[in-house]
């Protein structure tokens, strides 16, 4: 009898998850990719300095990786909070940003279309776009 409960419960907990929308690997799937987004250029332990701290060189990267979705739809826009947090992590002159932002907003349809990797084609992007300001 405990058995066939244990089944009962287990068939209900499935049925629910699929009824919601929400899968176990979709989850793993979004949590590692992720991860492997920010570890995937170099070794984890490069990444951090002694206090456990991201590397200041590394920030836009790491911000990048974690925010991919977040930051492409700003770009789209050329506006936002994700995208101004990154003209901040690149060191964009407060009086540079609008340009910033209308140029990436420009570029935004040609590089949406190349099928490079995900976050950091968004960094590499707005990285030679912040320079090419300067």
């Keep these: 009898m405990k058995t066939v409960s244990t089944y009962v419960l287990a068939a209900m907990a499935l049925a629910v998850l699929h009824t ?9 799937k979004q949590i590692t990719d992720t991860t492997s987004n920010v570890t995937g250029t170099t070794s984890g332990a490069a990444w951090w300095n002694e206090d456990g701290q991201i590397k200041p060189d590394l920030k836009a990267s790491a911000f ?14 050329g506006r936002g909070e994700y995208l101004t947090s990154m003209s901040v992590l690149l060191e964009v002159p407060e009086d540079q940003r609008a340009a910033f932002f209308s140029t990436a907003q420009a570029k935004y349809a040609e590089l949406a279309q190349q099928q490079a990797a995900g976050a950091n084609r968004w960094h590499l992007f707005l990285q030679s776009t912040a320079v090419a300001l300067r």
């Design 20 to 28: 919601t929308g929400c899968t176990i690997k979709g989850t793993i």
């Design 64 to 77: 990048a990786a974690a925010n991919a979705k977040n930051l492409e739809q700003d770009i789209a826009a």
